[in-house]
């Protein structure tokens, strides 16, 4: 199973974007999980999870209050990131992380990373 992103592209600063991760087999489900970004010649960074012991979700100070994590509950199947009034400085490609677990009860979750979505903000 992998995970599959979806939803970057070109935008003006200002704009938002939603990105969109699910399991490549319908009958996976994603547990904790997020978002992470790689700007330009940078390393990846955090952007917003849920946490693997449970909770609320926890963002980077650089996107707190723009950018929003949520769930499919109580599917699980799909892991989403809103991202509203993008500056340039979001420019990176976005990866999708998650613990899948597939259909057959207690199955041992494995974790994957998205293949990256670009998402690219003009000034």
């Known amino acids: 199973v992998q995970l599959v992103e979806s939803g970057g592209g070109l935008v003006r600063a200002g704009d938002s974007l939603r990105l969109s991760c699910t399991a490549s087999?319908?009958?996976?489900?994603?547990?904790?999980g997020g978002w992470y970004r790689q700007p330009p010649g940078q390393p990846r960074e955090l952007v917003a999870q849920?946490?693997?012991?449970?909770?609320?979700?926890?963002y980077a100070d650089s996107v707190k209050g723009r950018f929003t994590i949520s769930r499919d509950t109580p599917r699980n199947t799909m892991l989403t990131l809103q991202m509203n009034s993008l500056k340039p400085e979001d420019t990176a490609v976005y990866y999708c992380?998650?613990?899948?677990?597939?259909?057959?009860?207690?199955?041992?979750?494995?974790?994957?990373w998205g293949q990256g979505t670009t998402v690219t903000v003009s000034s």
């Open positions: 992380y998650a613990r899948v677990t597939g259909p057959i009860p207690g199955s041992r979750y494995v974790e994957r």
């Open positions: 087999e319908p009958t996976f489900k994603l547990g904790a």
């Open positions: 849920f946490p693997r012991g449970g909770g609320d979700a926890v």
